[in-house]
């Protein structure tokens, strides 16, 4: 079975662009989170979807936001970047909830 | 803040010893899970233990969890340098999201 795959891997970005992120899923998994990893903070949740519904959102503003489609597959949009959004981002998938999370390989976000 | 504590930040070992790390957290839950991160990658999944459960062991790793305390500890026995990476723990508390702690890096000299 593949893995969760993240695109891009690296991205470069400056102050007050936007910028879509792109998560697939493990087949058949149906949750899928996102995390802000950031060297001071450590791993926030940002947001969690299952079957096209957010259930739950993290501390973040509305500058972030994210959807997932019908086949599961999920993008987070961030916008009006700012320097402080500079951070690993890792998008997490799971048949359900309560069970273990399959990680991807992250985007690595830098904003100049 | 909600986030996990895990101690210690740091431990540097020989390969072959045994290294133990600890987890604690601030709200009930239903599950607590083990991740390795090697340098900046992805998250592994290494373990899962319900509130249910005291203890549970998966190859050299051995996880306990004291529901009382609201605390876990993750074992990894006779260590070797492939070892080497932060460990986290996640705590799940039943609201569709997990809480990471703030992880132990982990070196394991060979």
């Known amino acids: 079975k593949a893995g969760v795959t993240q695109t891009p891997r690296y991205l470069i970005k400056t102050r007050g662009q936007q910028v879509t992120l792109s998560c697939s899923p493990i087949?058949?998994?149906?949750?899928v989170s996102w995390y802000q990893q950031t060297p001071g903070q450590g791993l926030q949740f940002l947001f969690e979807?299952?079957?096209?519904?957010?259930?739950n959102k993290g501390n973040f503003p509305g500058r972030f936001s994210g959807r997932q489609f019908s086949n599961s597959r999920s993008e987070m949009n961030v916008s009006t970047l700012e320097l402080g959004d500079s951070a690993l981002y890792l998008c997490?998938?799971?048949?359900?909830?309560?069970?273990?999370?399959?990680f991807g390989p992250g985007t690595r976000l830098t904003v100049l | 803040s909600q986030q996990g504590e895990e101690d210690p930040q740091a431990l540097s070992i020989q390969e072959g010893e045994n290294a133990t790390m600890n987890c604690s957290y601030k709200t009930s839950i239903n599950n607590l899970q083990w991740y390795r991160q090697n340098s900046g990658r992805g998250l592994v999944h290494l373990i899962l233990?319900?509130?249910?459960?005291r203890e549970k062991h998966s190859g050299r790793l051995r996880v306990t969890l004291d529901t009382s305390k609201k605390s876990s500890s993750l074992l990894i026995t006779a260590s070797r340098a492939a070892d080497t990476a932060s460990y986290f723990c996640?705590?799940?508390?039943?609201?569709?999201?997990?809480?990471f702690g703030t992880g132990t890096r982990l070196k394991v000299l060979a």
């Open positions: 997490a998938s799971s048949w359900a909830e309560l069970l273990e999370q399959f």
């Open positions: 979807y299952f079957s096209e519904t957010q259930r």
């Open positions: 996640a705590t799940d508390a039943g609201t569709y999201k997990y809480i």
């Open positions: 233990i319900r509130s249910n459960e």
């Open positions: 087949s058949g998994h149906r949750s």
